[in-house]
């Protein structure tokens, strides 16, 4: 895969953070051709995998170590300064999903959002300071694509999970939400002991056909870990948060982007770990679909601009 040589920072158009260096790799199977390295920077403490996705040069960062919404925040600054032609930003990852009456989320659906959050717990404002208007609008025109003909999200995902040695897999662990008010069995690792009689019963979307949703994602600076306070906070915010996530608050104000994210768990008591790769897996093939209905000239003309109004 490795070999092509891209040989300058300033072709990069695309920038994606991963808070995780299992997301990171998961995004790194599903570009079409990974680059060399480009000779560090100073002053530069993210790691890069840089490559290619439908003719777009893609920049995908990881954060180093910290999930903090400060190591974010340094992360997005960093990726702006050493890429300075990137116009079309995306954080990928999991995060923990907020199912309601309405929307019916899962373990592996993909939340997509593209607004602003902010850094006052967890708060959502849509639109400001939001992404260049080109992207919002391949979004929506990519929703209704899927409304008319199937994706190629299947494809993508296969790709990763076919793969047993990247690891990737759907997990062998049942999608298990629990009721709101059924708290985890205080000291045990697993839910062995928690009442399965107080569980919702749903059933598993097919493994390669992960439902997306378009809603808000909730960024704060602490993990939920209890179904009441997710069902208060989302709530308070209109009732239409279907996704938490801790580190992207301090990371969107200086990254205005379109966040994918994988659902691994409910932010609940009753968190664990196993369906993290797989929601990874999910959020990466569809970070990717999002790429191919954007086509490379759109941000040509968005750069272009920019440079007209730096030097008119
Ligand atoms: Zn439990």
Redesign the pocket.
């Known amino acids: 895969m490795a070999g092509y040589m891209c040989p300058h920072y300033e072709d990069y158009t695309v920038g994606i953070i991963c808070a995780l260096g299992f997301e990171m790799n998961a995004v790194r199977h599903v570009l079409d051709r990974e680059h060399v390295n480009l000779p560090i920077k100073p002053n530069d403490s993210n790691i890069y995998i840089l490559g290619e996705i439908k003719r777009h040069n893609v920049a995908i960062a990881c954060l180093p170590g910290s999930q903090s919404k400060s190591s974010a925040a340094i992360a997005a600054t960093n990726m702006a300064r050493i890429f300075p032609m990137v116009r079309y930003r995306f954080l990928v990852g999991i995060g923990g999903g907020a199912p309601s009456e309405n929307n019916d989320t899962r373990l592996g659906d993909v939340v997509y959002d593209y607004g602003k959050g902010t850094e006052s717990g967890f708060t959502h404002k849509t639109f400001t300071g939001s992404p260049p208007a080109a992207l919002r609008a391949t979004i929506y025109k990519m929703q209704s694509d899927h409304l008319s003909r199937s994706s190629q999200i299947s494809g993508y995902l296969r790709r990763l999970i076919l793969q047993p040695c990247v690891g990737y897999q759907r997990p062998s662990e049942e999608d298990t939400r ?1 009721q709101a008010d059924y708290p ?2 205080s000291g ?1 690792q697993s ?1 062995g002991q ?1 009442d399965r009689t107080r569980c919702f019963q749903t059933s598993l979307r097919p493994e390669d056909d992960p439902r997306i949703f378009y809603k808000l994602i909730a960024s704060g600076d602490r993990m939920i870990k209890s179904a009441a306070k997710r069902i208060a906070i989302s709530n308070g915010l209109g009732g239409s948060v279907l996704c938490f996530k801790m580190e992207a608050a301090g990371l969107i104000i200086e990254f205005p982007c379109v966040a994918s994210r994988g659902i691994s768990d409910y932010a609940d ?2 968190k664990n770990d196993a369906w993290q790769p797989y929601a990874a897996a999910t959020a990466a093939a569809c970070a990717r679909e999002l790429l191919t209905h954007l086509e490379p000239e759109q941000v040509s003309r968005i750069i272009l601009s920019d440079l007209a109004g730096k030097f008119p």
């Open positions: 629990f985890h069995t045990q839910c928690c008591s009753h």
